[in-house]
């Protein structure tokens, strides 16, 4: 079809839709479902529930089972991030940059779907289609985020990638209840198999992925820019990178907040990611089924996260976003501390709660952070950022192998998680070298 102009309604509501389309891989394949699901493959218990054992064997090797998901989760985050400087010097002189869009997407939702094959007989291949859905999700976002500037004029953005955010939440919040009811109530579908509408949630998750995503791809441009592909233009990525990376050299108190960031991100995003294993593994659930349980603990931390990064940013316009940040890495101190004592789904509620209420706010007052730290006279805030995304995501590889290696010599996630108190005391000592009266951020 002909190409929508610039700014259109329809054009801005086709590109926020894909938030739609994908973000059910982040709540079902990343959080609440799959985890779950590996968990009750990977996890011999007794008939009283208790774990004789937790360890499986992949390409000759005895692992722990958190051990191992955290590596292939590491691994997966590595590759992300060293193509994603790639793909973002691809994203900005490609002609056709949807193909690049529906490649990473078709890939990550093919994944989802091979996931209902996953089993240990094939424990490769599951883990396989795992890591590759993870690489389809991500690197399908830098093309994604690149099409922003393209179709909106600067006072459309904010308000158009919002809408994302909102469209992207509500529709994987649908498709998880789906799932639930699918789960819980598998005798009203006719399912004799238990574990079949648990395989199918990853179906429906590849599934909805391709499906909805088609809205997006008829209304988006191929590219708007037609330059020739060079050796130069493809690694411009990394270029930029480097150059970002000795301009610090000059930028003491930037440079002092990305070491401080790098060291308490990475327990954050690796306590996110191993929350749901944890409650697996760690609680005694009782009567009551794990599986609700869970995924009521996913959206209580999605749900409260919104309040939490409401607070925390009135927060910081008192106190400062220095300060405020000391004050969520002591109290991601206290929830690890409270982490490792916990045993009941009703303490593990309120672990929930609280990670929600300060993950929001730590992710967000960061980001705001490091962007009020740029120098006023840039002009190059997308290459500052994407130094920031891959300092985020490889904080993720080294706390996820980290978090791994603790898991497999300890034999136990609590002591993994305990073990992340480390970063956040370290991350407090960090900020609090930062010169608060050298900034605009006192």
Known sequence: MKNLPKGSKKLLNAWAFYDWANSVYSLVISSAIFPIFYGAITILKDDDGAIIKDTVDFLGYSLNNDSLISYVTAMAFLVVSLISPLLSGIADYVGNKKLFLKFFCYLGAVSCIGLFWFNLDYLWFGLLCYFLALIG?????VF????????????QQDKISAKGFSLGYIG???LLVICLIMIMKHDWFGFEDEGLPTRLSFVLTGVWWIGFSQYTYYYLPKGTKQQKMTK?????GFRELRLIYNSLTHQKVLKRYLVAFFTYSMAVQTIMLVA????IEELDWGEQNATTGLIVSILLIQLVAAVGATLTSRTALKIGNIRTLIILNLFWIAICVYAYFITTPLQFYFAAAGVGLIMGGTQALSRSTYSKMLP???LDTTSYFSFYDVSEKIGIVVGMVLYGIMAQLTGSVRNAIIFLVLFFIAGVILLLRIPLNSTKIN
């Open 232 to 236: 130069n233009v493809l690694f411009n």
């Open 172 to 174: 994987s919040v649908i």
């Open 144 to 155: 994604y985020n690149s099409y922003l500037p393209d179709i909106a004029y600067p006072n």
């Open 276 to 279: 749901t294993y944890f409650g």
């Open 376 to 378: 006023e006279d840039t």
């Open 137 to 141: 999700f991500w690197s399908s976002l």
